[in-house]
């Protein structure tokens, strides 16, 4: 028997994209505006990325593309992540205990797994940055989980 109920999972994806792309457009705007202080999560990527490159024995892509994939994965597991903001009433709740949780790792995480401290971690601004990046990127994916059930209610 089907469902009449609408699927959940089309509304999940795009309010997490949404909060993915919100991210990522921040951190990509303070790169250029502000170098001295502001996070550098794309460097953490590229270094992710060439760590795991290694590992699996695989070509090392040139910076351009290393970047660039960097980029496409930031905004896929980004996505994937804020995704579980979900939908409903809680749905804020949720975005910013995810936001915080993730800008809390994004601070706290790197240096233990090996990527260094310092895109991260470098200044006071520069932790308050990525930890308040991650909290918008959040309240941006239950931002646009909220519209998207306000919309289809109409």
Known sequence: MKST?????PQALASGLAGATALTLLHEIARHLRPQDAPRMDVLGMRALRKLLGKADAPQPDHNTLFNLTMAGDLLSNGLYFSLVGRGKKAWQRGAVL???AGIGGVVLPGPLGLGEAPSNRTPQTKLMTVAWYLIGGLVAAGASRAWSKARKR
Do not use: I
């Open 5 to 9: 109920k609408p699927s959940v999972m």
């Open 99 to 101: 936001g915080l949780a």
